[in-house]
């Protein structure tokens, strides 16, 4: 019998945060697509208010599809751009929190982890990302949105892993 695990991949974002919801099908089972999108931060309130609201988003996906781990993709920031760094960082503790409340594992990948994992090169562009996200899946269209894209993978990479862990 094939086991099967829910995972939620989350590409972090202040302004659009991109979420997926899959179940991973045991190694090599293939996955499939429960629910994927983008929650839309609003931008002209406070940043308390902006990480309450991506919070309350995040605490109600979690609890209406009950994911059995959270994969939280890890930012990159150049180091020119401190203040970003600073912000994301606070968006990711509130995504991090979210899941810790409600006792959901929680794995977090680097950018060029997930993209080898679905294209097999940890420098693949945004578009070779959704293109494999969409043949991995097999979706019938590529994903329009590049941050659900990224989640997708991020999604992907992280059950994977879960299911086929590294040796």
């Known amino acids: 019998m094939t086991s099967t695990i829910r995972v939620l991949g989350i590409d972090p974002g202040l302004r659009y945060t991109g979420y997926a919801c899959i179940d991973v099908r045991g190694p090599g ?8 999108g983008v929650i839309r931060v609003p931008q002209r309130k406070p940043l308390p208010e902006r990480l309450t609201y991506l919070h309350d988003a995040l605490t109600t996906l979690m609890r209406d599809t009950s994911p059995g781990l959270v994969v939280i993709e890890s930012v990159f920031v150049h180091r020119d751009r401190a203040q970003t760094a600073m912000q994301m960082g606070h968006a990711r503790g509130v995504m991090l929190l979210a899941a810790a409340q409600r006792g959901i594992a929680i794995d977090e990948l680097s950018p060029a982890e997930v993209k080898r994992a679905v294209t097999g090169s940890g420098r693949a562009s945004k578009e070779q990302v959704q293109h494999a996200v969409a043949a991995l899946l097999g979706l019938a269209e590529v994903p329009d949105q590049p941050d659900t894209a990224d989640a997708l993978a991020v999604a992907l990479a992280g059950g994977e892993r879960a299911v086929v862990p590294p040796r």
Not at 29 to 36: F, M, N, P, Q, R
Request: net charge negative; no cysteine.
């Open 29 to 36: 089972g293939g996955a499939s697509v429960i629910e994927a």
